[in-house]
């Protein structure tokens, strides 16, 4: 099992900064990629942005490409998803999930998933 863990949300004005962590534990040996997921009121959870743990390789959602930076700390099994220039519509429950194989850019690509962190933009 995978354990999946994400921290950083809370409030933030429209233009802000804002940087979310996920740390992953238990057999993350079995996992090969890393993403971040959101879902906003009324919406269907959307892809953001996924990494892989060995190599150098990001996906990145068109919505957030520019704006959203995702990286990775392999020593502490951690993620993280920088957020620049947010705007309202980036508000949501983001969520950090685990996946076996590459490429994972939907849902159904992903394993492991946390509990979710709200994240809210304010004009």
């Known amino acids: 099992q995978v354990q999946v863990a994400e921290s950083g949300g809370g409030l933030v004005q429209v233009g802000g900064s804002m940087r979310l962590s996920c740390a992953a534990s238990?057999?993350?040996?079995?996992?090969?990629?890393m993403g971040w997921f959101r879902q906003a009121p009324g919406k269907e959870r959307e892809f953001v942005a996924a990494?892989?743990?060995?190599?150098?390789?990001?996906y990145v959602a068109d919505s957030v490409k520019g704006r959203f930076t995702i990286s990775r700390d392999s020593a502490k099994n951690t993620v993280y998803l920088q957020m620049n220039g947010l705007k309202p519509e980036d508000t949501a429950v983001y969520y950090c999930?685990?996946?076996?194989?590459?490429?994972?850019?939907?849902?159904?690509?992903?394993?492991?998933w946390g509990r979710g962190t709200q994240v809210t933009v304010s004009s």
């Open positions: 990494i892989r743990w060995s190599v150098d390789s990001t």
């Open positions: 238990g057999r993350t040996f079995s996992t090969s990629v």
């Open positions: 999930a685990a996946a076996r194989r590459s490429p994972a850019t939907t849902q159904g690509d992903y394993t492991y």
